[in-house]
């Protein structure tokens, strides 16, 4: 075996970090799609408009 026991759990914690972050990022894209009216979402529109435009 090439690899050691200590690189093929680095591997494993790495997908597992990444499926996490995947799953969070589902939920809260599921989320914003049932709460649309939402004064949180409104909020962030807010700023991801005024991240984008900074000008105005």
Request: aromatic share 12%; hydrophobic share 50%; proline share 5%.
């Amino acid at each position: 075996m090439s690899s050691s026991f200590g690189e093929i759990w680095y591997t494993i914690g790495a997908l597992v970090v990444i499926a996490v972050l995947a799953g969070m990022v589902w939920e809260m894209g599921v989320w914003w799609t049932r709460h649309p009216d939402s004064p949180a979402v409104k909020r962030l529109e807010h700023a991801w408009a005024r991240i984008r435009h900074p000008r105005h």
